[in-house]
C-alpha cells in the first residue's frame, strides 16, 4: 500500500528565518516519527530549484494545492509581487505572504484545505535604529498590523474572528 503524502507549504517573510528553520526539523522529526505510515512533503521556497526566469510565486506551488499551510509572522508582511499577481478583482497583495495566506484560504473555503496555521511572534522587533531602513521597517510593522487587523479582528468589537497562535521566542 502507497504511503499517503501531507504536503506542508511554509510562508512567511524574512524576518523570520530562524523559525523556519525550526519548522523545517519539526516537519523531520515527525517524518521520522510517524514516516512508515505518512509521509510529510514540507515546501520551503528555498529548498525549490527556482529560476532567474520568474518571479518566487510563478514557480512555487500554490498554497491552495498544500494539505497544510503555515504562516509565520514577526515584524514584516513581506516582499512585493510583480504588478501581474493580482487577486481575482484586480487589486493588488501587499506582498507574497499575504498572496499565499490569501490562496490558503480561497483553498480551504473551495475544497476544505489546506488546513491553515498562523503563528505571530509577539516579541518586539529588534531594528539596528541608524541602518538607513527605519521607515521601511516601520512601514512593513504597520502593513502586517493592517493585514492582521483585516483578517483576525472584528473592525467594530475589536474581538478574534479567527485563530492564531502567539509566541514570544523560537523556544
Do not use: C, N
Request: without cysteine; charged residues 25%; aromatic residues 10%.
Amino acid at each position: 500500500m502507497a504511503l499517503r503524502t501531507l504536503r506542508i507549504f511554509v510562508s512567511s517573510p524574512g524576518d523570520v528565518a530562524e523559525e523556519r528553520l525550526i519548522a523545517r526539523r519539526v516537519i523531520g522529526r515527525l517524518e521520522a516519527q510517524y514516516g512508515d505510515a505518512l509521509h510529510l512533503e514540507p515546501l520551503f521556497w528555498e529548498h525549490e530549484p527556482l529560476l532567474a526566469t520568474a518571479s518566487f510565486q510563478e514557480q512555487m506551488p500554490r498554497t491552495s494545492e498544500a494539505d497544510v499551510a503555515i504562516v509565520i509572522l514577526w515584524s514584516r508582511i513581506g516582499t512585493a509581487l510583480p504588478a501581474h499577481i493580482r487577486r481575482p478583482d484586480g487589486s493588488a497583495y501587499s506582498s507574497g505572504t499575504e498572496f499565499e495566506f490569501e490562496d490558503a484560504v480561497e483553498g480551504f473555503r473551495r475544497r476544505g484545505k489546506p488546513e491553515l496555521l498562523v503563528y505571530r511572534k509577539t516579541a518586539p522587533p529588534m531594528w539596528p535604529a541608524d541602518d538607513g531602513l527605519a521607515a521601511q521597517r516601520v512601514a512593513q510593522k504597520a502593513a502586517l498590523d493592517r493585514f492582521i487587523h483585516k483578517w483576525f479582528i472584528d473592525r467594530e468589537s475589536g474581538v478574534f474572528t479567527a485563530a492564531f497562535h502567539g509566541f514570544e521566542s523560537p523556544a
